[in-house]
């Protein structure tokens, strides 16, 4: 049994960061104070605090793309993750890369994601079909 990861970065305004991982993402508000909030990020918890959000270029090639660096994320199911791909698109937030599947036919084969926060923090989201390939070689 995975254990929760928990993962505390800045962002620069909360109330555009609860309209974004709570209104778009659909997570569940925790704790907050008037300078950070915390969030139930699909099983993980987030705490974003107010300040200077992550220094990133796209400089990492993975596959064909060059994806954000640093970035976080999350591994969902392939039904969850094209769900979360049409609220994300439905929302109007812009790609960085769009659902694309990537290593097509190959150990780890998957759906991935890219977009931003408001704040301009990089997010990937991943989606298997077979969650054993998560570590495939």
């Given at each position: 049994m995975l254990m929760p990861f928990h993962f505390a970065y800045h962002v620069?305004?909360?109330?555009?960061?609860?309209?974004?991982y709570g209104g778009i993402l659909g997570c569940k508000?925790?704790?907050?104070t008037e300078t950070w909030v915390d969030f139930d990020f699909f099983g993980h918890q987030i705490s974003l605090h107010l300040g200077t959000p992550f220094s990133n270029e796209t400089t990492g090639k993975v596959g064909d793309h060059m994806v954000p660096m640093?970035?976080?994320?999350?591994?969902?199911?392939?039904?969850?993750f094209k769900a979360l791909a049409a609220r994300v698109e439905e929302a109007g937030v812009n790609f960085v890369i769009p659902p694309t599947l990537r290593f097509e036919g190959q150990p780890g084969e998957q759906w991935t994601m890219f977009f931003r926060d408001p704040s301009g923090n990089p997010i990937?989201?991943?989606?298997f079909a077979d969650q054993s390939q998560i570590f495939a070689a």
């Open positions: 620069h305004d909360l109330d555009a960061a609860r309209a974004f508000e925790g704790r907050s640093p970035h976080f994320g999350l591994v969902l199911d392939e039904p969850r990937e989201v991943k989606g």
